[in-house]
């Protein structure tokens, strides 16, 4: 093939080609960029809404691992520990009581349902002080493993639980004594 065009117009052809490339390689790099900012405020928008919605999810099973009736229990308790506290300021210094119960009602499962604390403080030093806990366990397993738990809390000296406890094997009314460290 003969090439009839003048150098001056070859030059003025290829500087046209070559603008016009960059024009179009411009745009599509352009077009490339806009489109990859698109899908990054796509995926930073669901990525937060995901986040709000297992924040949401994780409160709501904090809420409802703690029951109405724990949670009342728990104000009593603090309630009836800052009056106590206010009459024994003379006395010896105690370990804090209400944690210990808390912390108590926090290791009980479903199945046992707690009726009441008797807490006997023992005025002598060598004495450990003896926290009484009746309630009412729905199965011999569960309140095996509620004494378990019990032992494990570093706060407890001794966990007297009477075989009498295990008779039953179901709806089974327990009585557990626990003596305090000092």
Request: aromatic fraction near 10%; charge should be positive; avoid cysteine.
């Amino acid at each position: 093939m003969i090439n009839l065009l003048p150098l001056e117009n070859k030059k003025a052809l290829k500087k046209e080609y070559l603008r016009r490339f960059i024009i179009v390689a411009g745009a599509g790099l352009f077009l490339i960029i806009i489109f990859l900012l698109l899908i990054a405020v796509i995926i930073f928008f669901t990525a937060n809404s995901q986040k709000r919605l297992y924040e949401e999810r994780f409160s709501f099973a904090i809420k409802k691992l703690r029951s109405p009736e724990d949670q009342e229990i728990i104000n009593f308790i603090s309630d009836v520990n800052s009056k106590i506290s206010n009459l024994n300021q003379y006395q010896k210094p105690k370990s804090d009581i209400s944690q210990l119960i808390e912390e108590i009602i926090y290791l009980k499962s479903d199945d046992i349902k707690i009726n009441s604390f008797l807490y006997q403080a023992n005025g002598e030093k060598d004495d450990a002080d003896t926290i009484t806990i009746t309630g009412l366990s729905k199965t011999r397993r569960s309140l095996s493993d509620f004494s378990d738990n019990l032992r494990k809390i570093p706060e407890i000296k001794d966990v007297v639980s009477p075989i009498s406890n295990f008779l039953r094997s179901e709806n089974v009314e327990f009585n557990i004594s626990i003596k305090i460290n000092e």
